[in-house]
Protein backbone atom coordinates (compact mmCIF):
# COMPACT_ATOMS: atom_id res chain seq x y z
CA UNK A 1 0.00 0.00 0.00
CA UNK A 2 1.31 3.19 -1.18
CA UNK A 3 0.72 6.68 1.51
CA UNK A 4 1.23 9.92 0.72
CA UNK A 5 0.95 12.65 2.47
CA UNK A 6 -1.38 15.84 1.97
CA UNK A 7 -2.65 14.79 -1.33
CA UNK A 8 -6.05 14.27 -3.25
CA UNK A 9 -6.55 11.09 -4.86
CA UNK A 10 -7.98 10.67 -8.27
CA UNK A 11 -11.14 8.67 -8.57
CA UNK A 12 -10.06 6.26 -11.52
CA UNK A 13 -11.12 2.83 -13.25
CA UNK A 14 -8.24 0.16 -13.12
CA UNK A 15 -8.19 -3.85 -14.51
CA UNK A 16 -6.58 -4.75 -11.66
CA UNK A 17 -7.16 -4.43 -7.74
CA UNK A 18 -5.30 -1.76 -6.13
CA UNK A 19 -4.82 -0.03 -2.67
CA UNK A 20 -3.87 3.54 -1.70
CA UNK A 21 -4.05 5.85 0.84
CA UNK A 22 -3.89 9.48 1.42
CA UNK A 23 -4.03 11.71 4.91
CA UNK A 24 -4.73 15.22 5.01
CA UNK A 25 -3.02 17.54 7.45
CA UNK A 26 -5.84 19.84 7.03
CA UNK A 27 -8.71 17.72 8.71
CA UNK A 28 -6.30 14.87 10.23
CA UNK A 29 -8.29 12.17 8.41
CA UNK A 30 -6.50 9.49 6.04
CA UNK A 31 -8.34 8.16 2.92
CA UNK A 32 -7.92 4.42 1.80
CA UNK A 33 -8.98 4.01 -1.92
CA UNK A 34 -9.52 0.45 -2.89
CA UNK A 35 -10.22 -0.32 -6.54
CA UNK A 36 -11.93 -3.53 -7.93
CA UNK A 37 -12.33 -3.90 -12.12
CA UNK A 38 -15.47 -1.80 -12.91
CA UNK A 39 -15.88 -0.22 -9.43
CA UNK A 40 -13.93 2.37 -6.74
CA UNK A 41 -14.89 2.25 -3.29
CA UNK A 42 -13.62 5.06 -0.67
CA UNK A 43 -13.33 4.14 3.12
CA UNK A 44 -12.68 7.64 5.36
CA UNK A 45 -11.03 6.35 8.40
CA UNK A 46 -11.34 9.41 10.81
CA UNK A 47 -8.72 9.77 13.21
CA UNK A 48 -9.26 11.82 16.51
CA UNK A 49 -8.37 15.66 16.21
CA UNK A 50 -4.53 15.51 17.33
CA UNK A 51 -6.19 18.66 19.94
CA UNK A 52 -8.63 16.34 21.65
CA UNK A 53 -5.78 13.90 21.95
CA UNK A 54 -3.61 16.61 23.92
CA UNK A 55 -6.44 17.54 25.69
CA UNK A 56 -7.33 14.14 27.14
CA UNK A 57 -3.42 13.43 28.14
CA UNK A 58 -3.12 16.88 30.13
CA UNK A 59 -6.47 16.04 31.80
CA UNK A 60 -4.53 12.52 32.61
CA UNK A 61 -1.49 14.50 33.75
CA UNK A 62 -3.74 16.69 35.68
CA UNK A 63 -5.44 13.82 37.87
CA UNK A 64 -2.21 12.52 38.22
CA UNK A 65 -1.14 15.39 39.90
CA UNK A 66 1.84 15.70 37.83
CA UNK A 67 0.60 19.53 38.14
CA UNK A 68 -0.92 20.56 41.24
CA UNK A 69 -3.49 23.48 42.04
CA UNK A 70 -2.16 26.51 41.15
CA UNK A 71 0.89 25.26 39.13
CA UNK A 72 1.41 26.73 35.79
CA UNK A 73 1.41 24.65 32.83
CA UNK A 74 4.27 25.40 30.23
CA UNK A 75 3.88 27.62 27.46
CA UNK A 76 2.28 26.96 24.21
CA UNK A 77 5.87 26.92 22.94
CA UNK A 78 6.67 24.28 25.35
CA UNK A 79 3.73 22.07 24.55
CA UNK A 80 3.84 22.71 21.07
CA UNK A 81 7.18 21.48 21.33
CA UNK A 82 6.67 18.83 23.33
CA UNK A 83 3.54 17.11 20.97
CA UNK A 84 5.24 18.28 18.07
CA UNK A 85 2.43 20.33 16.60
CA UNK A 86 1.25 23.38 15.81
CA UNK A 87 0.59 26.45 18.44
CA UNK A 88 -2.95 26.90 17.14
CA UNK A 89 -3.62 22.98 18.14
CA UNK A 90 -2.12 23.49 21.48
CA UNK A 91 -4.29 26.41 21.72
CA UNK A 92 -7.57 24.67 20.65
CA UNK A 93 -6.32 22.20 23.63
CA UNK A 94 -6.07 24.98 26.13
CA UNK A 95 -9.26 26.61 25.21
CA UNK A 96 -11.17 22.79 26.23
CA UNK A 97 -9.79 22.59 29.51
CA UNK A 98 -10.48 26.08 30.19
CA UNK A 99 -14.10 25.28 29.25
CA UNK A 100 -14.19 22.15 31.09
CA UNK A 101 -12.83 24.00 34.44
CA UNK A 102 -8.94 22.79 34.66
CA UNK A 103 -7.77 25.83 34.00
CA UNK A 104 -7.89 29.08 34.01
CA UNK A 105 -6.62 31.26 31.42
CA UNK A 106 -4.65 33.89 32.81
CA UNK A 107 -3.26 36.91 30.15
CA UNK A 108 0.28 37.52 30.64
CA UNK A 109 0.78 34.83 33.18
CA UNK A 110 -0.66 31.14 31.46
CA UNK A 111 -2.73 28.76 32.09
CA UNK A 112 -3.25 28.19 35.97
CA UNK A 113 -4.59 24.56 37.24
CA UNK A 114 -7.38 25.11 39.17
CA UNK A 115 -8.13 22.48 42.06
CA UNK A 116 -9.67 19.52 40.15
CA UNK A 117 -10.03 16.88 43.51
CA UNK A 118 -13.53 17.11 43.15
CA UNK A 119 -16.06 14.70 40.75
CA UNK A 120 -18.84 16.32 38.49
CA UNK A 121 -22.21 15.60 39.13
CA UNK A 122 -24.99 16.29 36.76
CA UNK A 123 -27.67 18.05 38.66
CA UNK A 124 -30.37 18.12 35.98
CA UNK A 125 -29.51 14.44 34.32
CA UNK A 126 -30.89 11.51 35.53
CA UNK A 127 -28.14 9.54 35.07
CA UNK A 128 -26.90 5.88 36.67
CA UNK A 129 -23.56 6.00 38.61
CA UNK A 130 -22.62 3.44 35.91
CA UNK A 131 -22.59 5.63 33.81
CA UNK A 132 -21.24 8.38 35.56
CA UNK A 133 -18.07 5.83 36.57
CA UNK A 134 -17.84 5.52 32.81
CA UNK A 135 -16.12 9.42 32.50
CA UNK A 136 -14.16 9.15 35.85
CA UNK A 137 -10.83 7.77 34.60
CA UNK A 138 -10.69 6.28 38.11
CA UNK A 139 -11.70 2.71 39.31
CA UNK A 140 -14.99 2.52 40.84
CA UNK A 141 -16.46 0.26 43.13
CA UNK A 142 -20.24 -0.44 44.56
CA UNK A 143 -20.57 -1.85 47.64
CA UNK A 144 -24.19 -3.52 48.61
CA UNK A 145 -24.60 -3.31 52.05
CA UNK A 146 -28.28 -3.48 52.15
CA UNK A 147 -31.10 -5.36 49.91
CA UNK A 148 -34.42 -6.03 51.71
CA UNK A 149 -38.24 -5.65 51.30
CA UNK A 150 -39.81 -3.07 54.01
CA UNK A 151 -42.90 -2.14 55.12
CA UNK A 152 -42.39 1.20 54.56
CA UNK A 153 -42.75 3.84 57.69
CA UNK A 154 -45.39 7.01 57.90
CA UNK A 155 -41.76 9.40 56.77
CA UNK A 156 -40.86 6.77 53.60
CA UNK A 157 -44.85 6.53 52.55
CA UNK A 158 -45.21 10.22 52.28
CA UNK A 159 -42.15 9.81 50.01
CA UNK A 160 -43.07 7.09 47.52
CA UNK A 161 -46.96 8.49 47.87
CA UNK A 162 -46.86 4.78 49.19
CA UNK A 163 -50.00 3.06 50.95
CA UNK A 164 -49.27 0.80 54.36
CA UNK A 165 -49.72 -1.88 52.28
CA UNK A 166 -47.31 -1.55 49.95
CA UNK A 167 -44.31 -3.20 49.73
CA UNK A 168 -40.88 -1.50 49.14
CA UNK A 169 -36.96 -2.41 48.21
CA UNK A 170 -34.50 -0.78 50.36
CA UNK A 171 -30.92 -0.71 48.76
CA UNK A 172 -27.76 0.65 50.56
CA UNK A 173 -24.53 0.97 48.61
CA UNK A 174 -21.24 2.90 49.04
CA UNK A 175 -19.74 4.22 46.01
CA UNK A 176 -16.13 4.00 46.36
CA UNK A 177 -13.87 5.54 43.50
CA UNK A 178 -9.94 5.84 43.54
CA UNK A 179 -10.14 3.81 46.62
CA UNK A 180 -11.92 6.40 48.72
CA UNK A 181 -15.43 5.97 50.16
CA UNK A 182 -17.00 8.57 48.79
CA UNK A 183 -21.07 8.66 48.40
CA UNK A 184 -23.25 6.84 50.33
CA UNK A 185 -26.35 5.95 48.22
CA UNK A 186 -30.20 4.88 50.03
CA UNK A 187 -32.53 3.71 47.33
CA UNK A 188 -36.33 2.78 48.17
CA UNK A 189 -38.21 1.56 44.99
CA UNK A 190 -41.61 0.49 45.17
CA UNK A 191 -42.19 -3.85 44.68
CA UNK A 192 -45.60 -3.29 42.20
CA UNK A 193 -42.96 -1.55 39.97
CA UNK A 194 -39.86 -3.55 40.00
CA UNK A 195 -40.68 -6.76 41.82
CA UNK A 196 -37.10 -8.32 41.74
CA UNK A 197 -33.89 -7.36 42.64
CA UNK A 198 -30.74 -9.07 43.27
CA UNK A 199 -27.39 -7.93 45.03
CA UNK A 200 -25.56 -8.87 41.34
CA UNK A 201 -28.56 -6.38 40.02
CA UNK A 202 -27.38 -3.78 42.41
CA UNK A 203 -23.55 -4.49 42.47
CA UNK A 204 -24.29 -3.52 38.49
CA UNK A 205 -26.57 -0.99 37.44
CA UNK A 206 -30.11 -1.03 38.58
CA UNK A 207 -31.57 1.50 35.60
CA UNK A 208 -29.33 -0.91 33.51
CA UNK A 209 -31.99 -4.11 35.04
CA UNK A 210 -34.63 -1.91 34.79
CA UNK A 211 -34.72 -0.53 31.40
CA UNK A 212 -33.45 -3.62 29.55
CA UNK A 213 -34.96 -6.19 31.53
CA UNK A 214 -37.91 -4.73 32.86
CA UNK A 215 -38.25 -2.09 30.42
CA UNK A 216 -39.10 0.32 32.93
CA UNK A 217 -39.65 3.79 31.32
CA UNK A 218 -37.89 6.05 33.23
CA UNK A 219 -38.93 9.56 32.60
CA UNK A 220 -37.70 12.31 35.08
CA UNK A 221 -36.96 13.18 38.24
CA UNK A 222 -37.63 16.01 41.14
CA UNK A 223 -34.00 16.61 42.90
CA UNK A 224 -33.43 18.56 46.58
CA UNK A 225 -30.13 19.23 47.66
CA UNK A 226 -28.92 20.47 50.81
CA UNK A 227 -25.84 20.22 53.22
CA UNK A 228 -26.87 18.42 56.21
CA UNK A 229 -25.22 17.24 59.19
CA UNK A 230 -23.30 13.90 58.78
CA UNK A 231 -25.07 10.97 60.58
CA UNK A 232 -23.42 7.86 62.33
CA UNK A 233 -24.13 6.14 59.20
CA UNK A 234 -22.42 8.89 57.23
CA UNK A 235 -19.47 8.65 59.53
CA UNK A 236 -19.66 4.39 59.41
CA UNK A 237 -20.38 3.65 55.42
CA UNK A 238 -17.75 6.90 54.32
CA UNK A 239 -14.36 7.89 54.68
CA UNK A 240 -15.11 11.38 56.03
CA UNK A 241 -11.67 12.21 57.10
CA UNK A 242 -13.48 14.18 60.39
CA UNK A 243 -15.92 16.17 58.05
CA UNK A 244 -18.84 17.13 60.01
CA UNK A 245 -21.03 18.17 56.65
CA UNK A 246 -22.21 16.05 54.12
CA UNK A 247 -24.19 16.93 50.78
CA UNK A 248 -27.57 14.97 50.06
CA UNK A 249 -29.28 14.72 47.16
CA UNK A 250 -32.87 13.16 47.46
CA UNK A 251 -34.63 12.24 44.17
CA UNK A 252 -37.96 11.45 43.57
CA UNK A 253 -38.07 9.10 40.25
CA UNK A 254 -40.64 9.10 37.61
CA UNK A 255 -41.74 6.74 34.99
CA UNK A 256 -43.38 8.25 31.87
CA UNK A 257 -46.34 7.60 33.07
CA UNK A 258 -46.20 9.79 35.71
CA UNK A 259 -46.19 7.46 38.36
CA UNK A 260 -43.82 7.57 41.26
CA UNK A 261 -41.76 4.42 41.55
CA UNK A 262 -38.64 5.31 43.15
CA UNK A 263 -36.85 7.74 46.34
CA UNK A 264 -33.33 7.81 46.56
CA UNK A 265 -31.41 9.71 49.29
CA UNK A 266 -27.45 9.92 48.01
CA UNK A 267 -25.05 11.57 50.40
CA UNK A 268 -22.46 12.77 49.06
CA UNK A 269 -18.83 13.85 50.80
CA UNK A 270 -18.59 17.04 51.07
CA UNK A 271 -15.04 18.14 49.17
CA UNK A 272 -15.33 15.62 46.50
CA UNK A 273 -18.54 16.53 44.59
CA UNK A 274 -19.22 19.79 42.81
CA UNK A 275 -22.71 19.48 40.97
CA UNK A 276 -22.96 20.89 37.79
CA UNK A 277 -25.67 22.22 35.46
CA UNK A 278 -25.83 23.98 32.14
CA UNK A 279 -28.44 27.08 31.63
CA UNK A 280 -28.86 29.71 28.71
CA UNK A 281 -30.23 32.43 28.74
CA UNK A 282 -33.11 32.89 26.76
Request: aromatic content about 10%.
Amino acid sequence: MAIRENCCLPIIRTRRPIFAACSCAHTNRLFIFCAGRDTIQAVILMHENKYLTIYHDLISRIRRGEWKAYDKLPSEHELAARYETSRETIRKALHLLSEHGYIQKMKGKGSIVLDVGKYDFPVSGLVSFKELAQTMKQPVRTIVHELAIIKPDRELRQHLRASSKDEVWKVVRVREIGGERIILDKDFFLKKHVPLLTKEICEDSIYEYLETKLYLPISFAKKEISVDEATDEDRRYLDLHGDDRVVVVKNYVYLSNAALFQYTESRHRLDKFRFVDFARRK
